[in-house]
């Protein structure tokens, strides 16, 4: 890069995030002062310093002074675990990772809470009466849902300050980027734009979708790829989780995304949706927020709700398979013990295949793929070209399992 | 005047028991706040920045040009390397203790001295 050469550094050229005002501004997007900008440049930095510098310390201590010591093979991932959690290496580098993600939700509720009646009415302007926001005041969180607040976000995504109240998902959308260092691109919605072309390049032409469901939409980052992909289909986006739909439709509304509809639901249990009415069941990142109660009855709903032909598609982090190596998957694990995600280390140990064929998909109507998320590779960084960085859990590189319904 | 108070709500604990990665969590305090500094830090450079930057394109410098200023590409990098060194130079003994675990067994100063002080 010749035009860095002039800076204090040298001629050393720049790999890392990109200042966070290149993320993409919609209508709702809260305001940011330069200092608070300077702040998420900072997480982003740091988050991206841990991954590239620190983590790669924590393999090595492994392999140089934790396993030596093991008197028998490890069987488990809980077994590397606990030993990892006796190493110094580890512990600085978790306890740094910790505090980043806490200084990321303070640094990101600051933003919103001190600007939450400006905010909240603009939301609220865009959103009052508008048919395409159905929340359901009578409506019981599922335990998935409140039991702890994920990724260390207080009052996670479903707790309003005041009626309507839509800081916590501002939140959420205003700091991805400093978690991500970047990686999801400019709408943070790299996962969808990926998901989209995989679709249309692996389904073919003659797959048409007419009625999408999204279960778990959240605010929609990953949805929105899919209703513009398919601007005349109807898309409709499930959460259970009102201030996300809310902030979602106005978020929808000023990027100019007219086809979606955000309802308020529990994803296990859809009845206001007949038999086969869907073309294709989405879920992106959201498996792992949910249950071994709740996955046999979402599944058995995606069934249902499949016209013949349709497809299901579940976007997530890779399984602990056989072949993957008990580290990684202790690794994998950091964010379900040390950062409020509890079911990820059970949902990722299970047969998802087992799972969807008894949820009455046929094992041959199985589907299998991979994505990386699509950014602006010249202003984002790219998960697809970035060898440099693993992360693990938080790579912004997913697979894809899923399923045709039988015609 | 809003019923929210930004400041107290914004540093709240998120539901769930904390886990503590060192034996003694005053440890863990005292860096979680030394992290808080270096984060506070690394606004005010990058702040001091934008001033120089403005200074030297106007010759003069505003607290709303402060705020609305946008660094092209170039000077997007040339901050964001800044901010790297900054974190290398704050964190190296940290990247000292990862290169000392693949350097295997090293000398101690004592016994090195042991060693030149014989004779034999
Ligand atoms: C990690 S977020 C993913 C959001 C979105 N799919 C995306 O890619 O940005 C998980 C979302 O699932 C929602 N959720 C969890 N359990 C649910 C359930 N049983 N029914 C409906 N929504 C649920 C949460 O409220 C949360 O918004």
Redesign the interface.
């Known amino acids: ?1 010749a ?2 050469q ?4 040298g001629d ?1 050229s ?1 790999d ?4 966070y ?2 993320v993409g501004r919609h209508g709702v997007y809260p305001e940011t ?3 608070e900008i ?2 998420f ?3 982003a ?2 988050n ?2 841990l991954s590239t ?2 983590m ?2 924590v393999s ?2 492994f392999e ?2 934790i396993e030596p010591k093991r008197e028998t093979a490890y069987e488990t991932r809980h077994q590397v675990r606990k030993d990892l ?1 006796k190493d ?5 580098w ?3 990772r ?3 993600m ?2 990321r ?3 990101g ?2 933003v919103t ?2 600007q ?2 400006a905010l909240n009415a603009k939301v609220h302007e865009l959103t009052d009466g508008d048919p395409r926001l159905k929340l359901d005041p009578d409506f019981t969180l599922p335990r998935g849902v409140c039991a ?2 994920h990724h ?5 995504y479903h707790f309003e ?2 009626p309507g ?1 839509i ?1 916590g998902p501002a939140n959420y959308d205003a700091g991805i980027f400093a978690t991500t260092g970047g990686m999801l691109g400019r709408f943070n919605d790299g996962g969808g734009v990926a998901v989209a072309e995989w679709v249309k390049k692996n389904l073919g032409a003659d797959f048409k979708p007419k009625r999408i469901l999204d279960l778990g939409a959240g605010l929609g980052h990953n949805v929105l790829p899919l209703a513009e992909a398919f601007p005349n289909a109807e898309i409709i986006a499930v959460d259970a989780a009102g201030p996300m739909l809310r902030y979602g439709l106005a978020r929808a509304k000023t990027m100019g995304i007219e086809n979606v509809t955000f309802i308020q639901g529990d994803v296990a249990s859809l009845s206001q949706f007949e038999d086969e009415s869907f073309d294709w069941v989405q879920s992106t990142m959201f498996l792992h927020e949910t249950s071994y109660k709740t996955m046999p009855m979402i599944f058995a709903e995606t069934q249902r709700l499949l016209k013949p032909g349709g497809i299901v598609l579940h976007v997530e982090q890779p399984q602990y398979s056989q072949d993957m190596p008990l580290f990684e998957q202790a690794m994998r694990d950091w964010d379900a ?2 950062n ?1 995600e509890p079911f990820w280390t059970k949902m990722h140990e299970i047969d998802l295949d087992d799972w969807m064929v008894k949820a009455g998909f046929a094992k041959d109507d199985l589907i299998h793929g991979g994505v990386a998320a699509i950014v602006d590779p010249d ?1 984002f960084p790219s998960a697809a070209e970035d060898t440099e960085q693993e992360d693990y859990g938080r790579k912004a590189a997913w697979h894809v399992i899923g399923a045709r319904k039988s015609a | 005047m ?3 108070d ?2 107290k ?8 028991k904390r ?4 034996e003694d969590a005053d440890v ?1 305090r005292v ?2 706040i030394t ?2 500094l270096m ?1 506070e830090v ?2 005010v450079r ?2 001091l920045d ?1 001033v120089e930057r403005l200074l030297e394109r106007d010759g003069a410098v505003t607290r709303e040009a ?2 609305s ?3 092209s ?2 000077e ?10 900054y ?2 130079r704050c ?1 190296r003994i ?2 000292q ?2 290169e000392a ?2 350097r295997g067994k090293e000398a101690s100063s004592e016994e090195v001295a042991d060693e030149f002080a014989r004779t034999d």
């Open positions: 890069m035009d860095t002039h800076g204090p550094s050393i720049y890392g995030p990109p200042d005002r290149a002062s330069h200092d300077a702040r440049n900072f997480l930095q740091m991206r310093h510098k620190l790669p310390g090595e201590a140089t002074r959690v110094p290496l580890f512990q600085w978790s306890a740094l910790r505090a980043t806490e200084n939700q303070q640094a509720r600051w809470l001190r939450a009646e702890i607040d260390c976000m207080p009052g996670s300050n005041t109240d800081t013990f040390y409020n202003i | 809003s019923d929210i930004p400041l709500l914004a540093g709240a604990k998120a539901k769930g886990p503590w990665f060192f863990e860096m979680n992290l808080a984060q690394a606004v990058e702040r934008t402060i705020e200023y946008t660094p590409k170039s997007a990098d040339e901050r964001g390397l800044m901010m790297q060194e974190i290398a964190l940290l990247q203790d990862r675990l693949t």
